[in-house]
């Protein structure tokens, strides 16, 4: 019949010391080597060396902004509209009048008009924000950017 030996770990819970005599003894950080990246004489640059070849960084580094603070809003670029003009008309976020097409972004759940792309058609845009480059390829297409407040 095989005898399961109970290791010394096991043993030794619950008794002070864990058979290291007195209870001063390994008591503090010098026992286990220090804390963290302490110690770094000889071997430790050497770590460090190796840790730079990897390209990796220990510990923390940077500020990282509370996600609350953070404000992403929905973009959309002018050839994505160009691209989807016949859907907005369909779904009545656009409304054709002339050559003209007033389209309602907010409608669509659209904060920003960024100015990606080549505009052909006249658009009138309402939506929250606009980059510089979205309102200059507007009124140079002949149409509108209006802000809304």
């Known amino acids: 019949m095989v005898v399961n030996k109970t290791k010394k770990v096991r043993k030794l819970r619950g008794s ?5 005599g007195s209870p001063k ?10 804390r963290g990246m302490a110690g770094s004489g ?16 220990i510990g923390k580094s940077g500020f990282v902004r509370p996600s609350k603070v953070i404000i992403n809003d929905v973009t959309i670029n002018l050839s994505k ?18 050559a003209i097409y007033d389209i309602d972004l907010s409608k669509a759940g659209v904060q920003k008009v960024l100015g ?7 658009m009138n845009i309402i939506a929250k924000k606009f980059s510089t480059t979205a309102i200059e390829k507007i009124e140079k297409a002949g149409g509108k950017a209006i802000v809304l407040e």
């Open 81 to 98: 509209i160009e691209l989807n003009i016949d859907n907005y008309l369909a779904s009545g976020v656009a409304i054709k009048s002339g």
């Open 42 to 57: 000889k071997k430790g640059q050497q770590k460090m060396s190796a840790l730079n070849n990897i390209k990796q960084r």
């Open 25 to 34: 003894k390994h008591r503090g950080a010098g026992s286990r080597g220090g």
């Open 116 to 122: 990606s792309g080549i505009l052909i058609s006249k």
């Open 16 to 20: 002070r010391t864990h058979a290291w």
